[in-house]
């Protein structure tokens, strides 16, 4: 049992690490939104680990988990309508050309 946790934990570790990466070095407003969703999908990896490590019997960490992919398609559904108002409007979805998006 510890070490399917560790396996998950290690899988998480690197789609978390792989997510920090691709959402810090890319310029493209999509790249960016995958590695966030990247990070989140991680995080839900550990989450699941650990609930059915400590507690295989409990359904609350499934509806905890259930919530977050939903707010995941929000955040993605809302960044790619960005993305394609972006692409219309201006030819582009590279975050360096974005500067009237600042406050």
Known sequence: MIFELMIALTV???MFGTGLYGALSQTNLVMIIMGVELILAAALVNLVA???Y???GEPAAQM???VVMAVMAV????GFGIAIARFRSR???EMEEASELKG
Request: proline fraction near 5%; glycine fraction near 10%; aromatic fraction near 16%.
């Open 12 to 14: 998480g570790a690197v």
């Open 75 to 78: 955040e993605m559904a809302v």
């Open 91 to 93: 030819g582009s979805v």
């Open 50 to 52: 650990f609930w059915r």
């Open 64 to 66: 905890f988990v259930l």
């Open 54 to 56: 400590l507690h295989p």
